[in-house]
């Protein structure tokens, strides 16, 4: 059936196996009442097809002419070559639908708030979509494709969107007040991809006016954490800088500062600036596009408030976690056997001793404070090893940490096993020992506007260390020194926060560090009768691994890591403690002993111990 030119109307039914409908020119109308069933169809050469009743086909093609639907088209695939398919009504394809470079789809009808559908597996964009209404399946936009929501503001809604290398989206706002009517809107009901080669073109539309500080407006909306990508290049016609928050799909006024007038107001420490540099994923024409969830879009809306802005990013930041590898490091060095110099009495035999150890970090510019408290039970066996003795101990530490924002409770379990010999003369020892740690930890941290939770977090830890001793008696005064070079590995386990705001919980990569420890002490012992003596000693340890402490995290809806730094417990410790021992009798024996140890940044409070021994 060709009608070449001039108006027609289909009133009645039409029904063909073999046959194709072919509108040039005029204007073609399927009445209401009417159903055309026919392979295909194509309209040709500035022809218009009105569509108010039912068309079902395999191929609907759009040339160069206008197919409207108002009523219902069905057909396999649907093509939009080089002319315009307006969609008041429901187009169901069960292939595709392709509008390609010179066509047009448009939807709906913005003046009787009537919406377009279309319903199908695929559409590939390379033209122009426009209006209001909805396309299921998978939309790609392809290069040199153009989005363009509503005639003036309007919304489309998607199931799955890619916004491919070389399309342009085009938004307008003219205030914040309602999403498709003072600001076009995009809704993604499953997922949505950005090329990085994608445009973006923001427009301010009308009467609008300048944004103001913090002022949201919502273009895309979808489920948090069903975006991926970001913008190659945004443009705006606004006169001031705006952001982009790409997790919450919010475009957010900065009143009137510039993105780095902003970046430089509310980022006031390494970290917050990492922080930052980061999640911004570009920056063009004045805007800047974020990930890092709602940060951006708080930042944006208290910047000039210094307090507000600090307990945004210190509830956002993941550093109060790099405790967790301090707290196993240090019960893993602190976990080393207690191997005796003075070979000569010394004594095969069982102990068991409690010591509590509390650790503070101090708090200041660039780095949080937190503080690490353990309580630890060690039981050791004294054996004869050759001409020494061989020690092997087990021990459990129950601990706390806290910080600002951040607490945890942790159990670490550990052996070691370690060996003294004598070494050429009866005051000179050789030493190794060899250690091994597991830990589990339970947290939760404070978020801006909930709490974040995570269970049973695994961390691990070895040590093996060779070193010396050396004693000396005089009289009723004994000198005992000891230098040990330790290698050590500590790990903590990634983890993923559950939170009741998604946007809020992080996802935290594996931590671990190795080096080189050294520890020498000097420990003088004076006997004040045949039972009791008194005790006192220096102590210094040296970390060889002067890396800060580095904790790497993701939004867990997101894929972009940023990373913080902490100074930690301190890599240089200067210590001094007490002691005092008492011989029950020839078997049992009991030692109490003090300190307290630091650097500039750590102080170290081993303010009980005690050790119960029996010689057998």
Known sequence: LDIVQGDFNISNNITSDNGTLNVSQGTTTIATIATVIIPDINVNN?????????VEASNVNVNIGTLNV??????????????????????????????QNGGTLHLGNATDNV??????????????????????????????SYLKPGNSPGSI??????????????????????????FDQITVNNNFTIDNEAKLNLLKYGAGTELAQGEKVKIFNFTPGNIKG?????????????????????????????????????????NQINILNDLKMNETNGVAQYYGGELASRLASNQGNAVETKKIFETFSPEAYSSLLEQNKFNLINSTSKLPTDLENTKTGLSISMDRNTYETKEDVNSIGYNIEGNEIKIDHTGKFYEGFIVTSINAIDGEIDSKYM????????????????????????????????GDTDLSRETYDSKSYANSISSSGI???????????????????????????????????????????LTVQEQDESGLVSKAKVKVTKDLTENLSISGKAEYTKFFNSDKNKVSANVTLEDTLFSVENEGLGKDIIGLGVGVDYKVNKEWSAEFNAGISGDKDLTQ????????KYAF
């Open 46 to 54: 500035g022809g218009t097809l009105d569509v108010a009743g039912a």
């Open 605 to 612: 409070n081993n303010n009980i111990g005690f050790q119960l």
């Open 157 to 182: 809604t998607f199931m799955d969107l890619i916004l491919a290398g070389g399309s342009t989206s085009e938004m307008e706002i003219e205030t914040s007040a309602t999403a498709g009517v003072t």
């Open 407 to 438: 607490s945890a409770t942790t159990k670490n379990y550990g052996i070691n096993i370690a060996m003294v010999q004598p070494l050429g003369s009866e005051n000179l020892t050789f030493r190794s020992q060899a250690s091994y740690m597991k």
């Open 230 to 270: 970001f913008f190659g290049d945004v443009t705006s016609t606004y006169n001031n800088d705006v952001i982009l928050n790409l997790q919450t799909g919010e475009v957010v006024g900065l009143g009137g500062t510039t993105i780095s007038q902003f970046e430089n107001s509310v980022a006031s420490n390494s």
């Open 115 to 144: 919406t377009g559908t279309i319903t199908t597996a695929m559409t590939s964009l390379y033209g122009t979509l426009n209006g209001i209404g909805s396309i299921s399946g998978t939309t790609t936009a392809h290069n040199g």
């Open 463 to 505: 040590m093996a260390g060779l070193g010396l001793g050396y004693d000396k008696k005089f009289e009723n005064v004994k000198l005992a020194t000891t230098l040990d070079v330790l290698y050590y590995k500590s790990n903590v386990d990634g983890f993923t926060e559950s939170n009741a705001n998604v946007l809020d919980a």
């Open 70 to 99: 108002t009523g219902t088209v069905e057909a396999s695939n649907v093509n939009v070559n080089n002319g315009t398919l307006d969609v008041a009504g429901t187009v169901e394809a069960s292939k595709e639908v392709v509008v």
